[in-house]
């Protein structure tokens, strides 16, 4: 009599364990294992059953011995408690894939349209990414891009500044506020400054960089138009100096005095404050006053 009932608990138990088994191939998406290691409990159950069956419907079958059968019934209750505490490690791993694919898919989507573009190099500065608002910036189709060499797109002025930069970039781990001058398709360039980051391995080794690009082609065309109005009015000004104020003259020899109380020529006081340069000569009626003998009035 305890031969049966411990059948009837294994049976139980196996069947229980094969429907927890089962369970877990949509947890782990791994249907075909946990299909199999179901499938196995499940048979081992019906083994029971049809042993079970045997016992109570032909008298003569001899019973089973009872520690093997005890074994097999702490067996199965082992399998019931440990497939029961795997499925919540197995529930947190597919939580945690399922949120790390949600936050992938939001990082693409941002990766993908935010108006920077962003680039990602191999230790040799090969392309390994480039996003959509790079391939704009610059004309490129992706298979234009992906592969190839980064100093292909800096214009030859620049390439002594990435080799020089770019050692540095991997020994240090980031770089901020380089400039590049980068050759769009057409032939034109656009000044860019980079910000970077390496990302490492879990081993902490070089896996590639993360760079992102600040287009500063207009900023610098219109810093270098600053420059050149602020250099043309400094100019300017260096060669204007202007009279103001009230000047004390001389109503008779229309001598001025200085600030130092001395008389001066009008025109030394002009000269000495201003660009004015003097040249001499006679107006008509002084040159008739002062030399009378050139001068005949006609009939």
């Known amino acids: 009599m305890e031969v049966i009932v411990v059948l009837i608990l294994s049976a139980t138990l196996q069947f229980w364990a094969a429907y927890l088994a089962w369970r877990l191939n949509r947890v782990t998406e791994k249907k075909s294992a946990w299909i199999f290691i179901a499938a196995a409990i499940f048979l081992m159950a019906v083994r029971r059953c049809i042993t079970l069956r045997l016992l109570l419907v032909t008298p003569a079958v001899k019973y089973p011995d009872l520690p093997p059968e005890l074994i097999a019934l702490l067996i199965s209750i082992l399998m019931v408690v440990g497939l029961s505490r795997i499925a919540p490690l197995f529930l947190a791993m597919k939580h945690s894939h399922d949120a790390l694919t949600e936050s992938e898919k939001r990082f693409r989507l941002l990766y993908e349209r935010t108006p920077l573009g962003y680039q990602s190099l191999d230790e040799n500065g090969y392309f390994i990414e480039v996003n959509q ?65 390496i990302g490492y391995d879990e081993e902490g080794n070089f896996k590639q960089t993360h760079c992102i690009l600040y287009n500063m082609t207009d900023l610098k065309r219109m810093d270098e138009e600053q420059k050149r109005l602020i250099s043309q009015l400094q ?49 008509p009626e002084c040159a008739k006053k002062h030399f009378p003998e050139y001068f005949h009035e006609k009939n």
């Open 133 to 197: 608002a790079w391939l704009d910036l610059l004309g490129y189709s992706r298979e234009e891009v992906i592969g190839h060499w980064v100093g292909e797109f800096i214009s030859p002025p620049y390439l002594e500044v990435l080799q020089k930069n770019f050692p540095r970039f991997k020994a240090e781990g980031e770089i901020r506020g380089v400039e590049y001058e980068l050759v769009k398709k057409d032939g034109s360039v656009v000044i860019v400054s980079v910000n970077g980051r």
């Open 235 to 283: 100019e300017a000004l260096q060669k204007v100096k202007t009279l103001s104020g009230m000047l004390p003259i001389c109503s008779s020899c229309k001598k001025i005095r200085d600030d130092q109380g001395y008389w001066q020529q009008l025109e030394s006081y002009i000269r000495d404050h201003s660009e004015a340069e003097f040249s001499h000569g006679l107006c």
